[in-house]
């Protein structure tokens, strides 16, 4: 037998709601802004303005849980700059990402001797280590140009290129010094070279070194191994939100190089942004529909003919609609006293300015 509900019980809610309202004298028309929540679900956000019209935007509150950000520096070797990597570390602890990747080249490698490898990997981590998040490394050439370095990565820090999911967002980290074994011995023979002519001659006749102009030592080297894994990994993580590739060279740039292809044809459906460094200059183009972003330097020598040769760090936000990127400058980092960390007031975080400041 049907029974219709009362209508007094639909009511009830509604009534109750309204002495609730009368009695309190607090309730507003605008109640979209005070049920704004944690993710605990507590009400984060309370208010006793009673009139109709409120002090503040229409827009809700920024706070969608799947949210999240996390940044990036570069280039802190190849003629590191004392002390800027120092200062970058501390502006990051103020910034509070929620994590930290990075472009590569994070020692200044130049030897064969693995007690020095790892004394150089000590003093990265003593100063990466103070960050107030976890840092994940990304090789670049300084630090896997020959195969002791090799050795010591595998031995201090595992496989040379990887991949991780963070709240549903996936990196990949690929190793482009994934050369041969005779390969790594050319291209280091060829680097003693070019430091010892730096040594004598300064940074301005590198660009005329044997080694700086091998094709493999400006855009890398990708092995087929390592393709298969990446495109393993791509396949396996179908429904991320979001894929960043991280590595040092521009692997792509080379004629006649089709294993990145590979990779890169493995994420067409998707969206994917390329973060790379090595030229210590920022510099962003469109590739395939997509941002590929060369990073300028934290710390490694730079430039004066390049534009936007200096030193930044950068901060990317995830969410369901996409990225955001926002690149910020060392100089522009200043704490609660208005001081650049570290005493950051007393170094140069952009070649043009020294050097217009010098004259």
């Not at 709601?17 to 704004?36: E, F, G, I, Q, R």
């Not at 004394?119 to 990466?128: K, T, V």
């Not at 292809?261 to 529909?289: D, W």
Request: hydrophobic share 40%.
């Amino acid at each position: 037998m049907f029974f219709r509900e009362p209508r007094y019980r639909l009511l009830r809610p509604i009534i109750l709601t309204l002495s609730v309202c009368t009695l309190l004298a607090n309730c507003s028309t605008h109640a979209p802004h005070d049920m704004a929540s944690g993710t605990d679900g507590t009400n984060v956000f309370k208010h006793g303005i009673t009139a109709a019209e409120t002090p503040w935007s229409e827009r809700e509150f920024d706070n969608d849980p799947g949210k999240f950000t996390f940044a990036l520096f570069s280039d802190l070797t190849g003629g590191e700059r004392p002390d800027i990597f120092n200062t970058a570390v501390a502006q990051l602890a103020l910034l509070r990402p929620e994590l930290i990747v990075n472009v590569g080249d994070l020692t200044e490698g130049g030897t064969l001797d693995k007690a020095v490898i790892s004394e150089q990997w000590q003093s990265f981590h003593a100063r990466a280590d103070k960050a107030t998040t976890r840092v994940f490394y990304t090789g670049g050439n300084h630090d896997l140009s020959n195969l002791a370095q090799r050795q010591v990565w595998q031995a201090e820090h595992g496989p040379r290129y990887y991949h991780f999911v963070y709240k549903s967002v996936l990196f990949l980290v690929l190793d482009t010094e994934d050369h041969t074994v005779e390969a790594l011995a050319k291209i280091h023979a060829a680097y003693t070279q070019a430091m010892d002519q730096v040594a004598k001659q300064g940074w301005d006749g590198f660009g005329e070194t044997t080694y700086a102009q091998m094709a493999t030592t400006q855009t890398g080297e990708v092995g087929a191994a390592q393709v298969a894994y990446v495109n393993q990994v791509i396949a396996a993580n179908p429904q991320v939100r979001w894929t960043f590739l991280l590595m040092h060279k521009p692997i792509w740039s080379r004629p006649g190089e089709n294993n990145f292809s590979r990779i890169e044809a493995a994420l067409a459906s998707r969206p994917y942004t390329v973060f790379y460094g090595h030229n210590h200059f920022y510099q962003h183009t469109k590739r395939l529909g997509r941002d590929y972003i060369q990073l300028g330097t934290t710390g490694g020598v730079q430039f004066a003919d390049k534009n936007l040769s200096v030193d930044h760090v950068s901060l990317v936000t995830v969410d369901d609609a996409g990225i955001d990127i926002a690149n910020i400058k060392l100089s522009g980092i200043f704490d609660k006293t208005g001081r650049i960390p570290n005493n950051g007031d007393l170094q140069c975080f952009d070649v043009k300015t020294c050097e217009a400041k010098q004259d």
